[in-house]
């Protein structure tokens, strides 16, 4: 597509540098695959370019090539690809063997300074020589192997990342070559980063010459003197003092006096107006290598000026401020007297006891504390010290408030090593539980990147040694997993890698056990969703002055909406959006207000699932398999799902039914199909979605149509009993009918993915679909079995809600005449003092009725904006400009209490559902609120069977009869009378039946 005649030859040296801009935007803030991608794009579209025209082509092809090596240089920073890494290298190359360009269409000597910093940057951005460069190495490493588990190119290919040796070698040498040709601050900006390759060529036990460093460090310090770069002029004198350290130079014991008089000054100026109009990061700079520069001569002083600079820190991108809060402990540790504080001269519980006596005050007891402990990791000592940090943050209040970040980061990273102890001793279940721990404090660190590289390893422990660390793994991750999805833009996805490949160590002959099992299926199935379901209530976030702002700017977009319809909605199928993963991908355009309403709609949903993933609630329903089939009972049975991998890479449906005194599992192969993600756009927008969500969108609609002299279209016929034989296979058709013949009568469905919209109910043969045998309902999550939702709490019985539309009415929704008169139909029979319709209805009336009856319904109009399910609606008045109720307002209520919501309006048991698999929309909202079960329908109803299901469902609850029973009798009774799928099928059961 991007080589395509019509569009290269309208590729222009302007619009290939936007481009460009924007590929180097996404990789360096976290969508680093979106940036790979649209550089990839323009480099084919401009190389296919050539054979049409000359205009502009050389300079086109320098700007995408040097675009290209930027993106490269982060992503496999991120994920060590050697097919991206060779790649870019061999492009680089092309445009840098010749650097006199006489056409001036390119700077060979900016593509070799590139080259340079691709072959240093991913070795060395944000590695700490507090740690063993190994061990950090290897867990970049396993980044790759982890993306690519379950393919097999990249596995088969015999390129590797060069060794960091060899790649740092390369890396001076390119920068050598490219300064040569430089001149002014680029020179300066080449030899400082040539600095940094032979530093860490030092670290790594090599040996730079001495003299060479000198003559670097001497020329760099020269042409870095204007005051915009004085950041970088500070790091080059920092890497001379440590070199000239390193190396015993005479010249290292005397004070650098241009380094003092700079921290002089900035130590007699206010942070923030030091240096005005600096970037923050290069003031940050500044005062940090100024600090490490001149730690040897004063320490105090040095740790001074770290201290100052913590405003700034905290402002920084994660890996920043991770090595900025590491450089704080190496400073502490140096400006609180190392040699009172170290264990060396006995054990490190002697030196504890020495220090916690001490007659120092509180403040320098709690430093001296904090220094001894992340000092341990010298003698390999962590697990003892992770208490002495404990005993720092209590030693002083005034300590704890000015360094809280240090005291995290000194437990975490103590907590690592005391892992990696136990692993090297062989002790692999010990060493699980301490990298899992690690996980959860790097995140209290706001580091991500490190807590994904602790968990990795404990999977690489159960491959590799001891399956039995996939327990620590499993048991952990329901409170990881949260906090890591939200984290940046490529962990979701990653997560769902590592849950397949923990999947497949699971099923091995003789692992499996069933407690693990329905552990991993809890940790795999929608986290975030799961711990709102405990939590219930109100959530905190849209009370705050973001949510208020956000909600004020959309209502602003909204009435410009109305003012300025859309008349270019997207192209992509309603179904394919429905069934994909929920993203902030969707935004696209933002020349119309109706773009920029979806836009900012996308933004609060964001937001609002931010807000829910940081929100871990400690109150837990411990999911054992007595707990669960003690819940289930003697007539149920759960079927739960998760659609993985198997070793050949084929997809598989990977089941588990359930019962009270029996467990069964089987895996259904689904041939031909993968779980990798396919992807779709339409201009900006763009969506992600699975293989089988195409096959479920086709479902809803080919049930949908007109079918006829059948029941249901023959097209729709033939996919259900697909489906069945497909998903339901590995002998579980067979087992559910020899579980119905016992006498079980109630099914619960746990689907995955976009299974969650697929109605399994009426998978089967046509006529005799699951349904026939089954009463079927649907759990988005094993929380809503959890027996304490069920509150008791006093409220009023029922209340009915109806709403008619009129034809042609001002919204322009297809005439509603039947609602109304729904409502007072089920008030009736539910014996109900009164309905609420008509001109008593608005969005007061309608909270009010939902916080102070155990059972409501509404019948109204709905509406799905398939994009911000957060958004999708109950209309509360044909006019316009009247009420709306959003399925996020729900999530202000206390709906603990209320025992069913039964929505007779369109669609409202669909929303969406994100790649970790949280539901969102008007049914979740629900559940979240604390709402105990919820009927709904898949897709638009008829009006007389919406109203005849309804009347038959209360009269079954009035007589007596549990949820789950009413629910089948009233499927029972609306199939006799409107036997078409699309009628009878349309109704959804979501939640607990008792």
């Not at 588990?149 to 060899?166: D, I, R, V, W």
């Not at 140096?334 to 170290?342: D, E, K, T």
């Not at 069934?579 to 109706?594: D, F, H, I, K, L």
Request: net charge negative; hydrophobic share 45%; proline share 5%.
């Amino acid at each position: 597509m991007a080589a395509a005649p019509d569009l290269t030859w309208r590729l222009s040296a302007s619009y290939v540098a936007r481009m460009s801009a924007v590929a180097e935007n996404m990789a360096h803030t976290g969508k680093w695959k979106d940036g790979v991608l649209l550089a990839r794009l323009m480099l084919h579209a401009v190389e296919a370019r050539r054979t049409l025209l000359e205009f502009e082509q050389e300079s086109m092809e320098f700007t995408a090539t040097v675009c290209w090596i930027n993106v490269v240089t982060r992503a496999v920073w991120e994920v060590p690809d050697p097919h991206l890494f060779h790649d870019a290298v061999a492009r680089g190359e092309k445009l840098a063997y010749v650097i006199d360009d006489p056409r001036g269409a390119s700077d060979p000597a900016t593509v070799l300074h590139l080259l340079g910093t691709l072959y240093l940057d991913p070795y060395t951005a944000n590695r700490s020589n507090a740690q063993p460069y190994q061990v950090q190495h290897a867990a970049w490493m396993n980044r790759f192997r982890v993306a690519t588990a379950g393919g097999t190119n990249s596995n088969k290919s015999k390129l590797a990342m060069p060794e960091p040796a060899e790649a740092l070698r390369k890396a001076a040498d390119y920068l050598e070559r490219a300064a040569r040709h430089r001149s002014g601050e680029a020179l300066g900006r080449s030899r400082k980063a040539q600095l940094q390759a032979l530093v860490w060529q030092r670290i790594l036990g090599l040996s730079p010459g001495y003299d060479e460093f000198e003559r670097i460090a001497g020329e760099a310090i020269q042409v870095l003197d204007a005051p915009e770069v004085q950041g970088l002029r500070t790091e080059v004198l920092n890497m001379r003092a440590w070199f000239r350290g390193k190396e015993g130079s005479a010249k290292d014991d005397e004070a650098d006096p241009v380094l003092l008089r700079q921290a002089q000054m900035l130590l007699g100026k206010p942070v923030q107006g030091s240096l005005r109009g600096v970037p923050a990061e290069l003031q940050l700079s500044q005062y940090t290598q100024t600090a490490l520069a001149i730690l040897k001569w004063a320490p105090q002083q040095a740790f001074e000026l770290w201290t100052r600079a913590q405003v700034l820190g905290r402002q920084q991108a994660a890996e920043a401020r991770t090595q900025f809060f590491l450089q704080g402990l190496l400073l502490l540790h140096q400006a609180y007297a190392p040699h009172q504080v170290s264990s060396a001269t006995g054990s490190l519980q002697a030196a504890f006891k020495r220090l916690a006596t001490s007659d120092d005050d509180d403040f320098t007891r709690a430093a001296k504390l904090l220094s001894l402990a992340y000092h341990s990791a010298q003698s390999d000592e962590e697990e003892q010290a992770i208490e002495i940090v404990e005993a720092a943050s209590l030693a002083s209040e005034e300590f704890k408030r000015t360094y809280p970040e240090l005291l995290k980061e000194a437990r975490a990273a103590l907590l690592l090593g005391a892992a990696v102890n136990r692993y090297n001793v062989r002790e692999f279940e010990e060493a699980s539980s301490l990298y899992m721990q690690s996980a959860m404090a790097f995140l209290d660190c706001e580091s991500p990147t490190r807590a994904m590289d602790a968990v990795e390893r404990v999977v690489d422990i159960a491959r590799r040694e001891s399956p039995r660390a996939l327990y620590w793994f499993i048991k952990d991750m329901g409170v990881v997993a949260p906090r890591l999805e939200g984290s940046s833009p490529g962990v979701p996805e990653h997560l769902q890698r590592l849950y397949r490949e923990t999947l497949g160590l699971l099923m091995r002959p003789g692992e499996l056990k069933l407690i693990v099992f329905i552990m991993f299926l809890e940790m795999v199935k929608g986290t975030t969703f799961a711990h709102a379901l405990l939590e219930g209530g109100p959530r905190d976030w849209l009370a705050s002055k973001e949510a208020r702002e956000m909600e004020a700017q959309i209502a602003g977009l909204t009435k410009e909406s109305v003012a300025q319809p859309d008349v270019s909605p997207t192209k992509l199928d309603f179904e394919w959006i429905l069934t994909s993963y929920v993203s902030s991908q969707e935004q696209a355009g933002g020349s119309t207000p109706a773009e920029r309403l979806r836009n900012a709609r996308i933004a609060f949903e964001g937001a609002l699932g931010e807000a829910q993933r940081s929100r871990v609630t400690q109150r837990r329903w411990i999911t054992t398999e007595d707990t669960v089939q003690q819940v289930l009972g003697p007539k149920s049975a759960l079927l739960a799902m998760y659609v993985g991998q198997l070793p050949d890479g084929d997809a598989a449906n990977f089941l588990l039914l359930l019962t009270q005194d029996d467990f069964y599992s089987a895996q259904a192969k689904l041939a031909g199909f993968n779980v990798n993600l396919m992807s779709f756009g339409d201009g900006e927008q763009r969506i992600s979605l699975s293989p089988f969500a195409l096959s479920i969108a086709g479902l809803h609609r080919s049930i949908q149509e007109d079918p006829l002299t059948r029941n249901v279209s023959a097209k729709a016929a033939t996919q259900l009993l697909t489906a069945q034989e497909n998903l339901l296979g590995g002998g579980l058709k067979e087992k559910l009918h020899g579980l119905r013949a016992a006498g079980k009568e109630h099914l619960y469905i746990w689907p995955h993915g976009p299974f969650h919209f697929a109605p399994v109910h009426l998978f089967g043969p046509e006529d005799a679909p699951l349904a026939e045998e089954w009463n079927v309902t649907y759990l988005s999550s094993l929380n809503l079995l959890d027996p304490a939702r069920s509150w008791k709490v006093p409220l009023a019985e029922f209340m009915a809600i109806g709403l008619d539309f009129p034809d042609e009415n001002a919204r322009g929704l297809p005439s509603l005449i039947d609602a109304e008169a729904e409502a007072l139909d089920v008030t009736r029979v539910m014996n109900a003092p009164r309905a609420l319709t008509g001109a008593a209805l608005n969005k007061q009336a309608v909270l009010e009725a939902l916080q102070g009856h155990r059972r409501v319904h509404i019948a109204t109009h709905g509406d799905l904006p398939v994009s911000t399910p957060c958004f999708q609606s109950l209309y509360l008045s044909p006019d316009p400009a009247g009420d709306v109720l959003y399925a996020y307002e729900i999530q202000r209520l206390e709906l603990k209490g209320v025992d069913l919501v039964t929505l007779s309006a369109c669609e409202t048991a669909l929303g969406r559902f994100d790649i970790g698999d949280n539901l969102r929309g008007f049914p979740a909202s629900l559940l979240m609120a604390g709402v105990s079960t919820i009927i709904g329908t898949m897709w638009p109803v008829e009006s007389r069977c919406a109203r005849y299901f309804f009347v038959c469902l209360y009269g079954a609850v009035r007589d007596g009869a549990t949820k789950g029973d009413a629910f089948r009798k009233a499927q029972i009774q609306t199939r006799r009378q409107f036997p078409q799928y699309r009628d009878w099928g349309a109704f959804y059961l979501s939640g607990a039946i008792a």
